[in-house]
């Protein structure tokens, strides 16, 4: 008897992309970007008002690759800000749609994800999951106190990509990702600096909220100056909302995400683009340096992954303040779409039980 191939279509919708793939078993087909300006975005008031323009793109590269829809087997999409949970592979239920429509931890285009995937799953009548979400929440009790009793600190992070580069990593160095404690760093358009202590991501800056800033995010800011601004009249809660998590960082001063093009910037004689690139690395430095207090200063590596891993200046810029803490691993972009297709893969193949969101 032959056994029909697993194909599996995995969707990553980000900020400013949504990157689709398609594998048969854990072989890749084919991978594809589509990116997003931020004038493209602006007609969409709503992340969800964005649904069908995002479904439209997949659809017309599907059809582009030729590839029939009816041949999938799964449909695996970027989990978003749902309740905390463990890591893991997870089937999408009407619970989680609804949790993300709710959006009651917040909206990010990861949020999108398990919608596209649980309708083209529901039409096709083949199952749809999330793999480690951004919601992943393996914290320690202590990293929880915020300092003031009516707030709490939350993981939001870029879970998928950094469990995948661990496992990787651990597993280059003979070691079982069980086994190892990593300080994982992805810098893309938000910044996560992660304590993993032995398979477990025991802290970590809130990618959305805290820690150094990105290309497109504040990151923690000074709270008595933050609470004028909120009570200046200035912005209404949607608009200084917008300004910290999509105008923030990179953005807020040169008007541009791309770090590379700040970095040309720099190198044509801006001061200021210079300061603020150095003021980035400086930042991550300084969160990786917290972060190896909570590893009480066992740690076997300190991984850099993300878009701005390819930056050689901002990797030798962190590199040179943390390396005393121990050796620097880079491995530049992401695994994203490798990672929820693996996951998707290991419940297809009964390796692994889908876990139950509820
Ligand atoms: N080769 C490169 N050199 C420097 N920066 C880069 C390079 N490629 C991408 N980046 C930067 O990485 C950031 C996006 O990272 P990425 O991981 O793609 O983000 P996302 O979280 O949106 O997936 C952008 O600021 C982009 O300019
Ligand atoms: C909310 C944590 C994940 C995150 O920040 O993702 P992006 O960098 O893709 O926006």
């Keep these: 008897m032959t056994l029909s191939k697993n194909k599996i279509l995995a969707i990553n919708p980000g900020a400013t992309s949504t990157k689709i793939a398609v594998y048969e078993e854990d072989q890749l087909l084919f991978k594809k970007t589509i990116e997003h300006s931020i004038e493209s975005l602006k007609q969409f008031p709503k992340l969800f008002d964005q649904y069908q323009y995002r479904l439209d793109l997949i659809l017309r ?76 929440d393996e914290m320690e009790p202590v990293a929880r106190i915020s300092g003031l009793a009516d707030l709490r600190r939350i993981s ?86 917008e300004k910290l998590m999509n105008k923030g960082g990179l953005y807020s001063y040169f008007g541009t995400t791309d770090l590379r093009q700040v970095e040309a910037m720099a190198t044509n004689g801006d001061l200021q683009a210079d300061i603020v690139l150095e003021a980035l690395a400086y930042q991550v430095a300084k969160e990786i340096g917290a972060m190896a207090t909570v590893l009480m200063g066992q740690v076997d590596r300190i991984i850099l992954t993300g878009g701005i891993a390819y930056s050689k200046r901002i990797v030798a810029d962190i590199t040179k303040r943390v390396k005393f803490i121990a050796p620097v691993v880079v491995v530049a972009g992401e695994e994203e779409l490798e990672s929820l297709a693996l996951g998707a893969l290991r419940v297809m193949r009964g390796e692994e039980v889908a876990a139950q969101y509820s």
């Design 156 to 241: 939001l992070s870029h879970a998928l990509n950094m469990k995948a580069v661990a496992r990787k990593i651990a597993k280059e160095i003979g070691k079982n990702y069980e086994e190892v404690n990593f300080i994982v760093v992805h810098l893309g358009s938000g910044v996560s600096v992660t304590p993993h202590k032995k398979g477990k991501m025991i802290d970590v800056n809130n990618a959305k909220a805290e820690g150094p800033f990105s290309p497109d995010r504040c990151g923690g800011l000074p709270a008595d100056q933050l609470v004028k601004l909120c009570f200046s009249g200035r912005y209404t809660y949607d608009e200084l909302r």
């Design 61 to 136: 590269i599907l059809e582009k690759e030729n590839t029939q829809l009816k041949t999938l087997t799964a449909i695996v999409g970027r989990g978003g800000l749902l309740k905390p949970l463990a890591g893991g592979t997870y089937r999408v239920n009407e619970k989680m749609i609804e949790d993300l429509k709710v959006a009651d931890q917040g909206e990010h285009a990861s949020n999108l994800g398990a919608v596209i995937a649980a309708n083209l799953g529901n039409q096709l009548n083949i199952p749809a999951f999330i793999v480690d979400p951004v919601s992943v």
